[in-house]
């Protein structure tokens, strides 16, 4: 899953970058609300961290654009400001959690897991392609009833074939879904872990249209 970070702060944006990215999170961070909008129209993504403090437009002037936009990406607010004015304004813009500075790691990582869960209790949060069973939530993947323990990037590429199953996703399109921003992209990283995902699953499981892209059957 690929997260939005917003947060001025070097040493805390840092740090976050790092830490969500040992969680197996994919992580692109700006360091200002000027070019979040653009952003967003831009790359899709399934959360946004998003700091009130920011140079050029303010965090909660971003939140209220964005809401404007009728764009329902969950949204969790990151703030220095501890009182409750600022927590019911917040909330009322349109956030969907509020983590007060300074915040223990752990709390974040189960408040991300919450918001997740919530961006898909309307639907089945698993899913299920030719044996495979995949939880985005809790990270899970089983194959023909055993657990499977994949990389961060295996998992990556599986879930984004699984959820266009039956449509060919081009490697651009599963580069984008396993590199964050400043990371070089290498010449064969998507053709090396198909073939660790085809040993795991078995050779038919992935199909190949050169020049197109991968595909799992539906």
């Given at each position: ?138 990270r899970l993947v089983s194959f023909e009833d055993e ?12 879930e984004i074939l699984m959820r266009n199953a039956g ?43 050169r020049g197109v892209g991968y595909r799992i059957p539906?």
């Amino acid at each position: 899953m690929r997260i939005l970070l917003v947060e001025d702060d070097s040493q805390l944006g840092e740090s976050l970058e790092a830490a969500l990215r040992l969680e197996q999170y994919a992580v692109d961070w700006l360091r200002s609300g000027d070019p979040v909008r653009a952003t967003l129209g831009a790359t899709p993504y399934d959360l946004l961290i998003l700091d009130l403090g920011l140079p050029g437009i303010p965090g909660m002037q971003v939140l209220r654009q964005l809401r404007a936009d009728k764009h329902q990406l969950p949204v969790l607010l990151l703030t220095a400001r501890n009182t409750l004015a600022d927590k019911v304004d917040g909330l009322d813009s349109g956030a969907d959690d509020f983590l007060t500075k300074p915040f223990e790691m752990d709390e974040l990582f189960a408040r991300i897991r919450s918001l997740l869960r919530r961006k898909t209790e309307h639907k089945s949060t698993q899913l299920q392609v030719a044996g495979i069973t995949l939880d985005p939530v809790d990270r899970l993947v089983s194959f023909e009833d055993e657990q499977l323990d994949l990389t961060a990037r295996e998992y990556a590429i599986l879930e984004i074939l699984m959820r266009n199953a039956g449509r060919f996703v081009s490697r651009a399109r599963l580069e984008e879904g396993i590199y964050s921003w400043g990371e070089e992209v290498g010449s064969n990283t998507v053709e090396v872990y198909i073939s660790r995902l085809r040993k795991r699953f078995g050779g038919e499981m992935i199909e190949t249209m050169r020049g197109v892209g991968y595909r799992i059957p539906s």
